[in-house]
């Protein structure tokens, strides 16, 4: 089992930027493919970025593709998502995923509120 804890959210500006940080328990953490996604209040949670467990292939979502960069370190445990030019409409709680064959955990998100 993997136990995710996001951090590194909060309030910003609009055109502003942050760093969002997933940390990983377990010895498993570079065989999962890991994203990230997003809910913002009265609407479904969203895709924002995926990338696979050798950091070598990424994916994102049309609405924050060429501000947003998602990387991992498997020597840390740790996933990332560089958000930057944020805009309010990014305002919503993230949340980290590890994917890997039937298997699927959540992070209990963190809140990022972008202020126009």
């Known amino acids: 089992q993997v136990q995710l804890v996001e951090s590194g959210g909060g309030l910003v500006q609009a055109g502003g930027s942050l760093r969002l940080s997933c940390a990983a328990s377990?010895?498993?953490?570079?065989?999962?493919?890991m994203g990230w996604f997003r809910q913002a209040p009265g609407k479904e949670r969203e895709f924002v970025a995926t990338i696979i467990w050798s950091g070598a292939g990424t994916y994102y979502a049309d609405s924050v593709k060429g501000r947003f960069t998602i990387s991992r370190d498997n020597a840390k445990n740790t996933l990332y998502l560089q958000m930057n030019s944020l805009k309010p409409e990014d305002t919503a709680v993230y949340y980290c995923?590890?994917?890997?064959?039937?298997?699927?955990?959540w992070g209990q998100g963190t809140q990022v509120t972008v202020s126009s």
């Open positions: 995923n590890a994917n890997r064959l039937g298997e699927n955990y």
């Open positions: 377990g010895r498993t953490f570079g065989t999962y493919t």
